[in-house]
């Protein structure tokens, strides 16, 4: 089981059997960035719940779903099946959307950023060449290095 889950990218796999004298059964808890998956694995039946980590217990009865076992039944393509509705759920959508926006205002951060510097950089240069002793060369360095650094960190962050 360890080796059919570890296929797809769940951050974190629970697996707890319960041996009773009712009935034998199988918990699997599964995240995969902000969705939860709960799979319920009884003798007769498959339930399971896919909801958002910080979803209210409401929508637990609402999103419940029911599986027969049958001669067809494979648990990969249960597992299959369960990834497929992880990957298109609402809410992990809205969070890459939200990934994919920092990025881009990461981005632009280190573009006017680095458009500073280099204005910066070009009156430093046009003061040296024209003469001009009053500007400090050490205070020069500092006001381009400081936006500099800036861009490339913010350009870097918005890489990841």
């Not at 969705?35 to 909801?51: H, K, T």
């Not at 249960?78 to 205002?105: A, G, M």
């Not at 040296?128 to 650094?149: A, C, E, F, K, R």
Request: with cysteine.
């Amino acid at each position: 089981m360890d080796v059919v889950l570890s296929r797809y990218k769940f951050s974190n796999i629970e697996i707890y059997p319960n041996i009773r004298k009712r009935g034998n059964s199988i918990d699997i808890y599964l995240d995969y960035q902000n969705v939860n998956v709960c799979i319920l694995m009884n003798e007769e039946d498959i339930i399971y719940i896919i909801n958002a980590t910080d979803a209210p217990p409401e929508d637990f009865d609402n999103s419940e779903i029911t599986v027969k076992y049958d001669e067809n039944f494979s648990f990969e393509g249960l597992l299959e099946s369960i990834y497929t509705q992880i990957i298109n759920h609402p809410w992990l959508r809205d969070i890459s959307r939200e990934v994919k926006s920092r990025k881009k205002h990461k981005k632009i951060s280190s573009i006017c950023l680095l458009c500073c510097a280099i204005s910066i950089g070009f009156m430093f240069l046009y003061a040296y060449i024209s003469g001009d002793s009053t500007i400090n060369p050490y205070v020069g360095g500092l006001s381009l290095g400081g936006p500099l650094l800036l861009a490339i960190l913010f350009d870097i962050k918005s890489k990841r």
